[in-house]
């Protein structure tokens, strides 16, 4: 059986050293939008709207364990390079009562206020309603989770993140 042409964006970028990155990285361009579009939605079903998937991203990682988080630790975590976006996020999610900042000598610690704390709660309880449900009963597929897609894709992160730098050096 004659191997048929990968689903790519970019047929152009199609490598015969590596002709299925194409297809992956189509599958992350949009894997990336669904997924940002439903955190969007669900955070907005939750009662918060308004909020970008990085406000969003933002929140539940200052919220993660629930202990105070600096602004270069938030960033580092998430593998944000820019400090602005995530400081913009911060001020946003600051001025909607859902995040403080408690100044601690040069440092700002942020945590989650308790209304912050009621729509995560609420956040939950819709992905478990219109997520999970879903993913039990069949819907993704037969889409298979599994802590080795989770590393799959952290190691795609870090190839990434190093052919940037070397891009950079260009």
């Not at 729509?119 to 819907?139: P, S």
């Amino acid at each position: 059986m004659a191997k048929s042409n990968p689903i790519a964006s970019s047929a152009h970028l199609v490598s015969p050293r590596a002709p299925d990155l194409s297809e992956v990285e189509f599958g992350l361009m949009i894997a990336s939008h669904a997924f940002d579009r439903w955190t969007v939605r669900c955070m907005a079903a939750a009662g918060l709207p308004d909020l970008t998937a990085t406000d969003i991203m933002v929140l539940h990682h200052v919220y993660h364990r629930q202990r105070p988080k600096k602004l270069a630790d938030i960033c580092f975590t998430l593998n944000v390079e820019d400090t602005h976006i995530v400081n913009y996020a911060l001020k946003k999610l600051e001025r909607q009562g859902v995040v403080s900042g408690e100044r601690n000598g040069k440092e700002v610690f942020y945590s989650v206020t308790p209304q912050g704390a009621r729509y995560i709660k609420r956040y939950t309880e819709v992905r478990e309603q219109c997520l999970i449900d879903g993913l039990e009963a069949g819907a993704a597929g037969g889409l298979e989770f599994s802590r080795q897609l989770a590393h799959t894709l952290r190691s795609l992160s870090g190839l990434y993140d190093q052919a940037a730098r070397a891009a950079t050096s260009l």
